[in-house]
């Protein structure tokens, strides 16, 4: 497609549920990473994905979140037993190479009830 | 500790009336500054990189400008359309291959006519 794609762009989920959010990249981008903003905070990094290297994974908060990336394209952002404090938009962005201007996502705003 | 501060947090403006959005950063290496348009809803629109001191882009009524301890986003005469939350981020030079950036909180512009 012409840009990132994300979904759902909206979840609302209750307290120990599991979630899933999709992230689908511009096609030969080989860089792919989530984001999470958080009302009145700046974008947090997550995680990052280049090409068939092992991910960074420095920035999730916890073991709750996980992520994957088949086949060098689309990634999964997994929560497990979402908490309260989850609630937040999820970005995903790409980008060319690594370091070059990302292009995001319209985000997945989480909401955890 | 790496970080990014903008300021200010929220500017109003009259239509035409120029002025500048900081961003001061301490980060240890710097491999490059990022400015980016995030409207509500929205992920956020890339719009510069500056990769060293003295550096100037520029994009319609937007002028990005680089020092070593701050960028400043000037803004002339601008239109209602510029209003939008202005984001700052910076990626240090780890020498390796760290992905992620570092964002500020933003500041958000709003432009009456």
């Known amino acids: 497609g012409a840009g990132v794609s994300q979904s759902p762009s909206n979840k609302v989920t209750e307290k120990g549920k599991d979630v899933e959010l999709r992230c689908d990249p511009i096609?030969?981008?080989?860089?792919l990473y989530w984001y999470r903003q958080s009302l009145g905070q700046g974008l947090e990094f997550l995680i990052y994905?280049?090409?068939?290297?092992?991910?960074?994974k420095s920035g999730l908060p916890s073991d709750r979140f996980s992520a994957e990336r088949t086949g060098g394209s689309v990634s999964t952002l997994t929560i497990q037993r979402t908490q309260q404090e989850d609630s937040a938009v999820y970005l995903c962005?790409?980008?060319?190479?690594?370091?070059?201007?990302?292009?995001f996502g319209s985000g997945t705003r989480l909401t955890v009830v | 500790e790496d970080q990014v501060t903008q300021s200010p947090e929220a500017l109003r403006l009259q239509e035409g009336e120029s002025s500048s959005l900081n961003c001061s950063y301490t980060?240890?290496?710097?491999?490059?500054l990022f400015w980016y348009r995030q409207d509500p809803g929205k992920g956020p629109e890339f719009l510069f990189t500056?990769?060293?001191a003295g550096e100037e882009k520029e994009k319609e009524r937007l002028k990005a400008t680089l020092t070593k301890k701050e960028s400043f986003l000037h803004i002339t005469a601008p239109k209602p359309e510029d209003s939008a939350t202005y984001l700052c981020?910076?990626?240090?030079?780890?020498?390796?291959?760290?992905?992620?950036?570092?964002f500020g909180k933003g500041t958000k512009l709003s432009v009456k006519p």
């Open positions: 962005a790409s980008s060319f190479q690594e370091g070059f201007g990302y292009t």
């Open positions: 096609s030969g981008h080989t860089a």
């Open positions: 994905f280049q090409g068939n290297s092992a991910p960074d």
């Open positions: 980060v240890s290496g710097l491999r490059g």
């Open positions: 500056l990769y060293s």
């Open positions: 981020a910076v990626k240090p030079d780890y020498g390796g291959s760290q992905g992620n950036l570092i």
